[in-house]
């Protein structure tokens, strides 16, 4: 008989469970296991090649150990880095998760967007060639965050952060110029849909957030739509390469995702 897919969703932390939650949904039967690599968190702040070399060497062990079906990248420092290189060493298909720049700029009326990611992921040429092919007549302001993901992970420990502090962050994306405001904002990192309701309260003024999520989601399933279903599939598991036990609270927020 055959299995249902082993899908692994690999983030430098716990901002992917934004985008496992969208793939469960979409793919209730799969088995999961979120790999999430607080060792090296954040990436945010890593050299490229020391980077590459790290994120190779994880999705490699859990390739080897896990046997997937196919692999998401769930994590856009990640995924604007080391994309190449991951589908160059490894057969199995890589979905990754990158700026959504395209549907952004098609959807904004102002025709002026911000792109809020890591400074890291901003600052790639990645992005930039995105913003080249797919922004033409729209207007894109880069707004690369040092401290969100860090903010994201310290709300799921169970340890409040200000809205001043993630006010201050997202800042940059409010753009009013030639009477066009900023009317759209890609969250170009998993981390940052963890915060979502805080960015609203905190916002100058209301703009559409665009979450990848779901769009990740409908590609994993479009890709496995040969590989038949699981009536009972295992519970996700979930590994940190810290090799770490999550604390009560972090333990209790991830039960929210099924682990
Ligand atoms: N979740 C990651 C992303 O989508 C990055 C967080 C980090 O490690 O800096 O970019």
């Given at each position: 008989?055959?299995?249902?897919?082993?899908?692994?969703v690999?983030d430098?932390?716990?901002?992917g469970?934004t985008?496992?939650?969208?793939?469960?949904?979409?793919?209730?039967?799969?088995r999961?296991?979120?790999?999430?690599?607080?060792a090296?968190?954040?990436?945010?702040?890593?050299?490229?090649?020391?980077?590459i070399?790290?994120?190779v060497?994880?999705?490699g062990k859990?390739?080897?150990?896990?046997a997937?079906?196919?692999?998401?990248?769930?994590?856009?420092?990640a995924?604007?880095?080391?994309?190449?290189?991951?589908?160059?060493?490894f057969?199995v298909?890589?979905?990754?998760?990158?700026?959504?720049?395209?549907?952004a700029?098609?959807q904004?009326q102002?025709k002026?967007?911000?792109?809020?990611?890591?400074q890291?992921?901003v600052?790639?040429?990645y992005t930039r060639?995105?913003?080249?092919?797919?922004a033409?007549?729209?207007?894109?302001?880069l707004?690369?965050s040092p401290?969100l993901?860090?903010?994201?992970e310290?709300?799921?420990a169970?340890?409040?952060?200000?809205d001043s502090?993630?006010?201050?962050?997202?800042a940059?994306c409010?753009v009013?110029?030639?009477?066009?405001?900023?009317?759209?904002?890609?969250?170009?990192?998993?981390?940052?849909?963890?915060?979502?309701?805080?960015?609203?309260?905190?916002?100058?003024w209301?703009?559409?957030w665009?979450?990848?999520a779901?769009?990740?989601?409908r590609?994993v399933?479009?890709?496995?739509?040969?590989?038949p279903a699981?009536?009972?599939?295992?519970?996700?598991?979930?590994?940190?390469t810290?090799?770490?036990?999550?604390?009560?609270?972090l333990a209790r927020?991830?039960?929210k995702?099924g682990?």
């Amino acid at each position: 008989m055959t299995e249902a897919p082993t899908i692994v969703v690999f983030d430098s932390g716990l901002g992917g469970l934004t985008v496992f939650r969208e793939v469960a949904r979409a793919r209730p039967d799969a088995r999961f296991v979120y790999v999430a690599d607080d060792a090296g968190f954040p990436y945010g702040n890593m050299p490229e090649e020391a980077l590459i070399t790290r994120i190779v060497h994880v999705i490699g062990k859990a390739i080897d150990r896990h046997a997937p079906d196919l692999v998401v990248v769930a994590c856009n420092t990640a995924s604007t880095l080391a994309l190449t290189e991951l589908r160059a060493r490894f057969k199995v298909p890589f979905v990754g998760t990158v700026p959504a720049i395209k549907p952004a700029c098609a959807q904004s009326q102002t025709k002026r967007i911000a792109v809020l990611g890591t400074q890291a992921t901003v600052g790639r040429e990645y992005t930039r060639a995105l913003i080249r092919e797919f922004a033409a007549g729209c207007e894109v302001t880069l707004v690369g965050s040092p401290r969100l993901a860090t903010f994201a992970e310290a709300e799921l420990a169970g340890q409040p952060v200000a809205d001043s502090d993630i006010k201050s962050e997202i800042a940059g994306c409010f753009v009013e110029a030639d009477g066009r405001r900023t009317d759209t904002v890609v969250l170009a990192c998993t981390h940052y849909p963890l915060l979502l309701e805080r960015f609203r309260a905190v916002a100058p003024w209301p703009v559409a957030w665009l979450d990848p999520a779901p769009a990740i989601a409908r590609r994993v399933a479009d890709l496995l739509r040969d590989v038949p279903a699981d009536a009972a599939p295992p519970p996700p598991r979930i590994v940190f390469t810290s090799g770490q036990a999550p604390s009560p609270i972090l333990a209790r927020a991830l039960a929210k995702y099924g682990f």
